[in-house]
C-alpha cells in the first residue's frame, strides 16, 4: 500500500503522507510493477486511497489537494499500474539481462519514476552473493539512465535484524551487504513493538502503526524517523505519537518475541 499511495502522490503532483516522504510537486508519470500483485488487488488499493483522498479533500483547500475531477484525470493520464502475479518480470536470466528488460526501458521512457515490488522477482541470482546483488544494481541503474526515471525496488528485511531490533539500520537488508552499500537512498518500513507502543500508551492497538526510517540518503540530509498509522482499506497516513511515558516505566530493548512483529518491507532508490 505504501508504494501504491508514493506513486499514486507522485502522479497527481500531491503530497505524499502529508509531506514527510514528497512534498507536493508537478505531477509526473509513473511506472508501477506489482509482480505479487493482480488486477483485483490493485484496484482495490486504488479505491481505498482514493476514497481516503476525497475525504482529505474535503478538509483541505484547493491548493492542497487537487479537485476529485482533476485528481481523477492525473492518475488516468500518468499512473501506470502492470499487475504482473503468475507473469515473469525477470530482468536478469543466467547473468544477461533479458528481452522484457529491453521491453521496460521502452515502456518507462520519460517518467519521472519507476516502481517494482519485490526486488526478487527481478533476476535469478544468490541474495547472498555480492556479484550477484551489484549486477541486479547495475541493471536498475542502467534502467534509471535510459529512461530517466527514478527507481525504487521493493526489498525484505533479514530475520536478524528482525530478532536483534535492528529494523532501522541500513544494514537490516536480506542478504549481501552490497545491495545496501550500493543503492543511494534506503527507507526501512517496519511494525511498532510493543516497547514503542507501551511508552505512546498505544498497547493493543499498535498493528495499525508502523515506522518509516531513512537508512540511506547519499544525496539529501537524514531525517527523522517518521510514523505511519493505517486506517480503513489499509491506507497509510502520517500521524505524530503522544503519550509518552517515562523511560524507567518501560525502558529496554524489545524482547525477540516482540520484534518478529515488525514487517518484512524495504525500499530502495537508485
Known amino acids: 500500500m505504501l508504494l501504491t499511495q508514493l506513486g499514486m502522490a507522485v502522479a497527481t503532483g500531491s503530497p505524499a503522507f502529508d509531506n514527510p516522504l514528497t512534498p507536493r510537486s508537478a505531477p ?13 488487488i490493485l484496484r482495490i488499493r486504488l479505491h481505498a486511497i482514493k476514497k481516503w483522498m476525497d475525504l482529505q479533500r474535503e478538509k483541505c483547500s484547493a491548493s492542497t489537494v487537487a479537485a476529485e475531477s482533476e485528481f481523477t484525470t492525473l492518475l488516468e493520464k500518468n499512473l501506470l499500474l502492470v499487475p504482473a502475479a503468475g507473469q515473469s518480470v525477470a530482468l536478469i536470466d543466467n547473468g544477461a539481462t533479458t528481452e522484457f528488460f529491453e521491453t521496460l526501458c521502452k515502456f ?9 515490488d519485490p526486488l526478487r522477482r527481478l533476476h535469478d541470482g544468490d541474495e547472498n552473493s555480492s556479484s550477484s546483488m551489484t549486477y541486479i544494481v547495475q541493471v536498475l ?66 498493528k495499525s502503526y508502523a515506522r518509516l526510517d531513512f537508512a540511506k540518503a547519499n544525496y539529501i540530509a537524514p531525517e527523522p524517523t517518521i ?16 503519550g509518552v511515558l517515562g523511560a524507567t516505566q518501560h525502558g529496554g530493548k524489545e524482547s525477540n518475541s516482540a520484534a ?10 537508485w
Request: hydrophobic share 45%; aromatic share 4%; with cysteine.
Open 108 to 116: 518507462c521512457a520519460g517518467a519521472r519514476l519507476v516502481i517494482i
Open 260 to 269: 518478529t512483529s515488525a514487517s518484512k518491507e524495504r525500499i530502495y532508490d
Open 141 to 206: 541503474e542502467a534502467l534509471a539512465k535510459r529512461t530517466g526515471a527514478a527507481v525504487i525496488a521493493a526489498h525484505h528485511i533479514g530475520k536478524g535484524a528482525i530478532y536483534n531490533d535492528a529494523t532501522d539500520l541500513a544494514a537490516a537488508s536480506r542478504g549481501s551487504s552490497a545491495l545496501t552499500d550500493a543503492v543511494r537512498w534506503q527507507v526501512n518500513l517496519s511494525a511498532m513493538s510493543e516497547t514503542v507502543a507501551r511508552k505512546h500508551r498505544l498497547l493493543g492497538h499498535h
Open 227 to 242: 510514523w505511519l498509522k493505517r486506517n480503513e482499506g489499509g491506507v497509510m497516513t502520517h500521524t505524530i505519537l503522544k
Open 28 to 40: 509526473a508519470r509513473v511506472v508501477l510493477i506489482a509482480a505479487e500483485e493482480s488486477s483485483d
